[in-house]
T-cell receptor, first 114, second 112 residues
């Protein structure tokens, strides 16, 4: 399977704990995006990378959120000191910078904070 | 700030009829528009797109229309099939800023 893969698919944690999500993009894609989706809403942009450089961060991305893409391949999204409001689906997408703008999404990682 | 709006949370149509999904945007800098389809437990998948230099783009049963003056686009599916039942997201992008915004989605149900 050469699509975007995310791990874990579902994470249940207690408030205050740290969680980390991993995204493996399509191998030839140099852009990687993180979005958050809550019930009844569309995906909300969090951040994106071109290769290993983090080029943009949404103001939705508080100081408790950090994303990395150390070698320009896979990426991690860490949430520290989770809050109940962090409960959402975290979507990763990848694309080619020279492409038509189409994003290829993974299946998402669902976070439930108790 | 919701720059892309899909005002109809749901739409139900009969198989074989036309489905029309609507989307409005507020940012005049958006120059590329896309529709994504999402099935349960899956990520959104790209369906069709249109550049701001065009007012129509067709791909099989799917046609997207863009009215820039009204900042409105629509997706037409004809004929609709039960397999089209999904949530459809409208997205708009300012490609210079690499900023893609999504609407809240419209759940389409196509009844056999």
């Amino acid at each position: 399977d050469t699509g975007v893969s995310q791990d874990p698919r579902h994470k249940i944690t207690k408030r205050g704990q740290n969680v980390t999500f991993r995204c493996d993009p399509i191998s030839e894609h140099n852009r990687l995006y993180w979005y958050r989706q809550t019930l009844g809403q569309g995906p909300e942009f969090l951040t994106y990378f071109q290769n290993e450089a983090q080029l943009e961060k949404s103001r939705l991305l508080s100081d408790r959120f950090s994303a990395e893409r150390p070698k320009g391949s896979f990426s991690t999204l860490e949430i520290q000191r989770t809050e109940q409001g962090d409960s959402a689906m975290y979507l990763c997408a990848s694309s080619l910078s020279a492409g038509n703008g189409e994003l290829f999404f993974g299946e998402g990682s669902r976070l439930t904070v108790l | 700030d919701q720059q892309v709006k899909q005002n109809s949370p749901s739409l139900s149509v009969q198989e074989g009829r036309i489905s029309i999904l609507n989307c409005d945007y507020t940012n005049s800098m958006f120059d590329y528009f896309l529709w994504y389809k999402k099935y349960p437990a899956e990520g959104p998948t790209f369906l069709i797109s249109i550049s701001s230099i065009k007012d129509k783009n067709e791909d099989g049963r799917f046609t997207v229309f863009l009215n820039k003056s009204a900042k409105h686009l629509s997706l037409h599916i004809v004929p609709s099939q039960p397999g089209d039942s999904a949530v459809y997201f409208c997205a708009a992008s300012d490609r210079r800023a690499d900023d893609m915004r999504f609407g809240a989605g419209t759940r389409l149900t196509v009844k056999p």
